[in-house]
């Protein structure tokens, strides 16, 4: 049996974009959350110490509540870069695995 052309012609671009749903790579998600996290923590920190003055980060300082070790100092930015990072990796990782399940059941 032959088969003709038309059976093998491509889906339109609206049809293939609307029958498939894209899965994300959880540890790609995980490790971009991570570094998002930790950078941000390490940027927000030096900037309130180069920044100086009396009282210094108030409102930062309460993350020494959660992150043991935690300081707003040079060092304490590095210890809540790696806290960041490891909870932004964490919740990353869980919120792309998460949302495969999702898609994998409704599919």
């Not at 088969?3 to 540890?27: G, I, M, Y």
């Not at 040079?74 to 998460?98: D, E, H, K, P």
Request: aromatic share 12%; charged share 15%; with cysteine.
């Amino acid at each position: 049996m032959v088969q003709s052309n038309l059976d093998k012609r491509p889906l339109p671009t609206d049809e293939k974009l609307f029958s498939s749903v894209l899965l994300l790579n959880a540890k790609v998600v995980g490790l971009a959350l991570g570094l998002i996290f930790g950078l941000g923590i390490f940027v927000a920190t030096n900037w309130l110490v180069i920044k100086g003055g009396d009282r210094v980060g108030p409102h930062l300082i309460l993350l020494s509540q959660y992150f043991i070790g935690y300081r707003v100092t040079f060092v304490g930015s590095l210890i809540g870069a790696a806290y960041g990072f490891t909870l932004g990796t964490i919740c990353g990782a869980l919120m792309g695995w998460i949302y495969n399940k999702i898609v994998r059941f409704r599919h």
